[in-house]
């Protein structure tokens, strides 16, 4: 009869419904791994846990940054004299920086407008113009190892590694010029800001724990003990928890932000380096240095899915999809401006918006829904939208700052 074939055709509408949704879904984020011992770059598939792509960098690829927009990867190649440029659609090199000897590590602007390099071999940090790639400023550091942005990006705090005269360098970015010296007993290894700026997290060569300091008192206020060589530490956006990679017994360790306990430790591969998480903060991705691999972690489900990489795997970045966007917009706030200025959604899903500017800002709806009056520099906020039609709202803080969310009538899919 004509049923079975109606039925079949009906399969088939479906089939072909979830196919086109599928391909008009964003792809899983890929984390970019730098093989110091190979000087390539292994591109990994989070969702399928693969290697995707390898791409030739300068030699030694050492400290790794993705841009805001997570167009450009730079990867700072520590056995020569350049940063390497990478497309991230095409994931080819299109340029090589000439930085000067022994680039270590990276940051940039909240804006992404300069780009910040540990030029570890002429004892200074360069600014980059990430528009024309040009050197517009330098500032002198005794071997810079690793930076770290303040949120708020007033202050670039750098790890200086003189033997002798081991100190945190407090970079003042209006004016360019060396604010504080901290000094320490022992050689700082990485430092991270949390997320929103409430702590930096920082460790140091042959102390068996997580130094806190808040930023407001530039003090050490807390520390989080961990196992045999802590490297690197960070609260991520979304995540609940903060993260430690813990080098000897080779551990990603999880502690509350708040009580600087420990909650679990998660084991990884062997004498892990470094690590980056997505842009909800539910995946992290280790690399492990000893075992030429990398982890991938479900951080509540405490569950590892290793894949080979290349030889000395030591630092990560993981592309930053926004969280709603499969479902839903993003919208980011930079320059005092909503970036789009108007989205398009679909009843039922999601905007999301993040502060990526210097300053606060908030969020004002005029139909009544309450926002965030102030968002800080570095957090986010999401609102599901129920209703079909045509939102204008404005900054809670910039009133001249205004956008829209165009909400559409959901279409029938089933
Ligand atoms: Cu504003």
């Known amino acids: 009869m004509s049923l079975p074939l109606s039925a079949n055709l009906f399969r088939a509408a479906v089939a072909g419904t979830l196919l086109a949704w599928a391909a008009a879904a ?3 984020p890929k984390a970019y791994v730098g093989n110091f011992k190979d000087n390539t770059v292994s591109v990994v598939d989070m969702a399928s846990a693969t290697v995707v792509d390898t791409i030739a960098v300068a030699a030694g690829p050492h400290g790794m940054l993705l841009s805001r927009d997570g167009k450009t990867l730079y990867v700072s190649g520590d056995g020569s004299s350049q940063v390497s440029v990478i497309d991230t659609a095409t994931d080819h090199l299109v340029r090589s920086l000439a930085v000067g000897r022994t ?3 990276l940051a940039q602007s909240p804006d992404g407008r300069l780009l910040l390099v540990a030029v570890y071999g002429e004892d200074r940090v360069a600014l980059f113009d990430t528009a024309n790639a040009a050197e517009v400023g330098s500032v002198t550091v ?3 190892h690793t930076i770290a942005m303040r949120p708020d990006g007033q202050r670039a705090y750098v790890a200086s590694q003189a ?3 081991f100190a945190l360098v407090a970079i003042d970015m209006a004016t360019r010029q060396v604010a504080r010296e901290l000094p320490l007993d022992k ?3 990485d430092l991270e ?4 700026g409430r702590a930096l997290y920082f460790t140091l060569a042959g102390e068996n724990a997580v130094q806190v300091l808040d930023p ?7 520390r989080v003990p961990t196992g045999a060589s802590p490297h690197i530490a960070s609260l991520f956006r979304g995540a609940a928890a903060g993260a430690v990679v813990v080098q000897g017994p080779g551990e990603l360790t999880l502690f509350d932000p708040d009580t600087y306990s420990v909650l679990r430790s998660i084991p990884v591969g062997r004498q892990p380096h470094w690590v980056a998480a997505n842009a909800e903060g539910s995946t992290m991705v280790v690399t492990n240095e000893g075992s030429n691999d990398v982890s991938i972690v479900d951080v509540a489900a405490g569950t590892t899915r290793n894949v080979a990489v290349g030889t000395a795997p030591r630092k990560v970045v993981v592309q930053q999809l926004a969280a709603a966007s499969s479902n839903g917009a993003h919208v980011s706030i930079a320059n005092f401006a909503f970036a789009p200025s108007e989205v398009f959604i679909e009843a039922g899903q999601s905007v999301t918006w993040s502060n990526d500017d210097g300053a606060p800002h908030g969020l004002a709806f005029p139909d009544g829904a309450l926002g965030p009056d102030l968002l800080l520099p570095g957090a986010v906020y999401t609102r599901v939208f129920d209703r079909p039609g045509s939102f204008d709202y404005a900054c809670a803080v910039h009133a001249y ?5 165009t909400v559409r009538t959901r279409p029938l899919r089933e």
Do not use: C
């Open 193 to 196: 800001f949390a997320f929103d």
């Open 216 to 222: 407001h008192t530039e003090a050490v206020t807390a």
């Open 163 to 165: 033997p002798g005269h």
């Open 26 to 28: 964003p792809a899983a």
């Open 187 to 189: 050689a700082p290894r």
């Open 103 to 105: 680039p270590h590590g």
């Open 142 to 144: 005794a071997k810079p």
């Open 401 to 405: 700052m205004t956008a829209r969310v």
